[in-house]
């Protein structure tokens, strides 16, 4: 048999051993993590909107119509009017064609490369992309090429460099998801055309934060869907809901419908899911005080930090990593932090590079100033000894 014992072993000894913490309530800036409420920085629902009252009485109207499971999937009879309505308006949202659907993020990255990319294709990927992107480009069997991270002038060498007729699509995070920093996607969007190349962008931290009315990166460097034609965002984080979508253009979205197997052969999510996040996309494009709180507290955040002389990564938005580096040393002090009641998630390989272990801080508009100062002042306890 294989010796699954001695490899967990191993990654304990390197720090690299990943525990699950219970969670016995709602997301929220004070959770109950393992029967103890907390202060959290760890959560995606940089909105606040996860547990919101009238979200979750469109979710719990929704069951009562529709009941709980899709019963099939979207090409059987899993295809409800509230999904069909759903795509509409994310669609209107961001101004695309139109919008289609999925229960994950994973999935729909694996159903872009699946439909439109094969064995003598080549997807162009960032280096610090999340891993669901670098998975999407392997499924397809595409070639991966990788460039450094927000580097365009190697990106447009590359290209360059590739004459071939193959069909070429270049694939980015929005907002970096360890880092926080965004992608250069005006010139990655120019890039991508100049070398008759597609150009997707992954916008899971930016839709619903950035932009005026919150429909994400593309809105806030105002790019058509003919300069990036395929957005994927998710539904998990800021719009705190669940599942994911794509949107571009009517054949791109039925390419999609008809080849994509990721889409093909899975059970439609649940039709209450689709009817919250309708919910929710309406109190995004509302309320723009959560987005302007949200940004108010980011710099509140930093200012801070300046203060007691930790150093931040180049970033203006929710996520604002503190990278020590050592595997072990992000471990401890999220461990210490936990002790006092603050919960930052350690991040480690192979979720960043080696040697470039983190803590990522996450703000919500659901922070208050007072809350961010807890956090300070406890780091400007812990950090000399860290160093
Ligand atoms: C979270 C995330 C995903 C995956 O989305 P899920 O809906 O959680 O599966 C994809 N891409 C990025 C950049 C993410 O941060």
């Known amino acids: 048999m294989f010796d699954l014992n001695s490899e967990l072993e191993n990654k304990r000894r390197a720090g690299l051993f990943r525990k699950r913490l219970i969670n016995n309530s709602a997301q929220g800036v004070r959770p109950t993590i393992d029967g103890r409420q907390v202060l959290s920085f760890c959560s995606n629902d940089y909105l606040g909107l996860a547990n919101h009252p009238d979200i979750k009485r469109a979710f719990i109207q929704a069951v009562e119509s529709y009941g709980v499971g899709s019963g099939s999937a979207h090409l059987i009879n899993g295809h409800s009017q509230l999904h069909h309505d759903c795509e509409q308006h994310l669609a209107e949202f961001t101004g695309r064609d139109q919008a289609l659907l999925f229960s994950t993020g994973y999935m729909a990255n694996l159903a872009i490369t699946s439909a439109l990319l094969g064995r003598h294709d080549f997807a162009y990927q960032d280096k610090l992309n999340h891993a669901s992107l670098i998975d999407a480009a392997k499924i397809c069997g595409a070639r ?94 800021a719009v705190g809901t669940a599942g994911a979508f794509v949107a571009g253009s009517d054949d791109l979205i039925e390419t999609l419908i008809q080849q994509a197997r990721p889409y093909i052969y899975t059970t439609a999510s649940p039709p209450a899911i689709a009817a919250a996040t309708m919910c929710s996309l309406a109190i995004i494009e509302q309320e723009a005080w959560r ?66 272990a983190r803590l990522r801080v996450t703000l919500s508009a659901a922070h208050e100033k007072s809350d961010i100062d807890q956090l300070v002042n406890l780091l400007a306890r812990f950090y000399p000894d860290q160093q």
């Open 144 to 237: 991966l090429v990788r460039y450094r991270h927000n580097d365009t002038e190697q990106l447009a060498a590359l290209l360059q460099e590739n004459q071939s007729e193959s069909r070429k699509l270049v694939m980015t995070d929005g907002v970096f998801s360890m880092d926080g920093d965004c992608a250069d996607l005006t010139e990655i969007s120019r890039i991508s055309a100049r070398h008759q190349s597609w150009c997707m962008v992954d916008d899971a931290h930016g839709f619903g934060v950035l932009g005026k009315t919150g429909a994400g990166l593309l809105e806030q460097l105002e790019l058509s869907q003919q300069q990036v034609p395929i957005l994927m965002a998710t539904l998990g984080k």
């Open 291 to 356: 987005r302007e709180k949200l940004q108010e507290l980011i710099t509140y955040f930093r200012e801070r930090m300046a203060g007691i002389d930790v150093e931040l990564m180049p970033s203006n938005t929710a996520i604002q990593p503190i990278v020590t580096g050592d595997n072990n040393r992000t471990l401890e002090l999220s461990n210490k932090l936990m002790r006092e009641g603050i919960h930052v998630g350690a991040i480690r390989p192979p979720t960043v590079p080696v040697g470039s």
